[in-house]
């Protein structure tokens, strides 16, 4: 039995989350957007405002493109906002115990034939699908940031996931104009298991003094023509992020070759993020 998709829940309104709602809204869905507070939805809508706003000034969208797309994005404060959504995409925080005190509170509120995918950028899919009540209606479904922008989508099936599930997953990424990889359920799948040790290794280029902040991102902009430095990319990623990934790395695949740079763990302590903090490898003070 094929599933349609209408209806699209998101969890988490920050800079994945939101943009998969703007994207959702924008290709017609309607769409539910959660945060663990009002007044975080809210800024994710403003983001979301702030970006349409920019596409309309630039003559691609026009003011009454960027209300239909607004209007279409109902702030959810509870899980029961997502009782008729057909599928809820769970954006949050890269930490698997977060992940699984949502999917267990969110069960209860969904319909039957309701898709969970997550967003998770490295996390096993198949671990996360067992704390559910529907490991067949369970999918990976990871954007790349900036989510407005970036071409691929990685499809991740769980052992247990059903064809129906992947099958109506494919088709809401096509509607969402997006190119799909899919990647086995291995830690960090196809995209991280690639980006994230040149990020980590870039990180001990700068550690152990072989060249400054600038002249690694240089080297990689001009030398390899990457769009950003590895360090910037950090920093844009999310430092705190960086670290989640390169341990689901070093600890899944347990090699030493994924081990996280002392440098990345010491700015995490620190609290120096990257953007979202303002300052990270640079300082955006
Ligand atoms: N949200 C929405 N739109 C954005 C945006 C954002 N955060 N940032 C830039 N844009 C849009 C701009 O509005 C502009 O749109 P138009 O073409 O319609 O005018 C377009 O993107 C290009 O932007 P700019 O000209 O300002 O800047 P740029 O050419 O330097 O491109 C970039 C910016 C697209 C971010 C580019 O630097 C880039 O591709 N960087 C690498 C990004 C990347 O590697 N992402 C993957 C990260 S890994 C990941 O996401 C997986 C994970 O799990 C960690």
Redesign the pocket.
Same mark, same amino acid.
């Given at each position: 039995m094929s599933i349609e998709i209408r209806k699209v829940g998101v969890i988490g309104a920050g800079?994945m989350g939101g943009?998969i709602a703007q994207v959702a809204a924008a290709s017609g869905y309607d769409v539910a957007l959660n945060d663990i507070s009002e007044e975080r939805i809210n800024a994710g809508l403003a983001t979301i405002n702030g +970006?349409l706003s920019?596409?309309v000034s630039?003559g691609?969208l026009t003011e009454e493109d960027r209300e239909k797309i607004l209007s279409r994005i109902a702030p959810a404060v509870t899980y029961e906002h997502f009782h008729d959504s057909d599928i809820v995409i769970e954006a949050a925080v890269e930490n698997e115990e977060i992940k699984r005190k949502i999917f267990q509170a969110l069960c209860p509120a969904l319909k039957p034939s309701a898709i969970i995918g997550t967003n998770t950028?490295?996390i096993s899919v198949t671990r996360l699908a067992s704390t559910t009540d529907r490991p067949e209606q369970f999918i990976g479904i990871?954007?790349? +940031?900036?989510?407005? %922008?970036?071409q691929l989508v990685e499809v991740i099936r769980g052992i247990a996931t059903s064809e129906e599930s992947y099958q109506a997953t494919r088709e809401l990424v096509e509607r969402l104009g997006k190119s799909i990889t899919v990647a086995e359920d291995f830690p960090g799948f196809i %995209? +991280?298991r690639i @980006? @994230?040790p040149m990020i980590n290794e870039a990180i001990y280029t700068l550690y152990e003094g072989v060249g400054s902040v600038e002249s690694i991102d240089t080297a990689m902009r001009l030398g390899a023509n990457?769009?950003?430095g590895p360090l910037q @990319?950090a920093d844009?990623?999310g430092l705190d992020?960086?670290l989640s990934?390169m341990q689901v790395l070093y600890e899944g695949l347990a090699d030493s070759k994924y081990r996280p740079c002392p440098l990345l763990v010491k700015y995490v302590e620190a609290g120096w993020l990257g953007r979202k903090t303002r300052r990270g490898f640079y300082d955006y003070r």
């Amino acid at each position: 039995m094929s599933i349609e998709i209408r209806k699209v829940g998101v969890i988490g309104a920050g800079q994945m989350g939101g943009g998969i709602a703007q994207v959702a809204a924008a290709s017609g869905y309607d769409v539910a957007l959660n945060d663990i507070s009002e007044e975080r939805i809210n800024a994710g809508l403003a983001t979301i405002n702030g +970006n349409l706003s920019r596409q309309v000034s630039k003559g691609h969208l026009t003011e009454e493109d960027r209300e239909k797309i607004l209007s279409r994005i109902a702030p959810a404060v509870t899980y029961e906002h997502f009782h008729d959504s057909d599928i809820v995409i769970e954006a949050a925080v890269e930490n698997e115990e977060i992940k699984r005190k949502i999917f267990q509170a969110l069960c209860p509120a969904l319909k039957p034939s309701a898709i969970i995918g997550t967003n998770t950028s490295s996390i096993s899919v198949t671990r996360l699908a067992s704390t559910t009540d529907r490991p067949e209606q369970f999918i990976g479904i990871h954007f790349m +940031n900036p989510v407005p %922008v970036m071409q691929l989508v990685e499809v991740i099936r769980g052992i247990a996931t059903s064809e129906e599930s992947y099958q109506a997953t494919r088709e809401l990424v096509e509607r969402l104009g997006k190119s799909i990889t899919v990647a086995e359920d291995f830690p960090g799948f196809i %995209v +991280n298991r690639i @980006l @994230l040790p040149m990020i980590n290794e870039a990180i001990y280029t700068l550690y152990e003094g072989v060249g400054s902040v600038e002249s690694i991102d240089t080297a990689m902009r001009l030398g390899a023509n990457h769009p950003m430095g590895p360090l910037q @990319l950090a920093d844009f990623i999310g430092l705190d992020t960086c670290l989640s990934i390169m341990q689901v790395l070093y600890e899944g695949l347990a090699d030493s070759k994924y081990r996280p740079c002392p440098l990345l763990v010491k700015y995490v302590e620190a609290g120096w993020l990257g953007r979202k903090t303002r300052r990270g490898f640079y300082d955006y003070r």
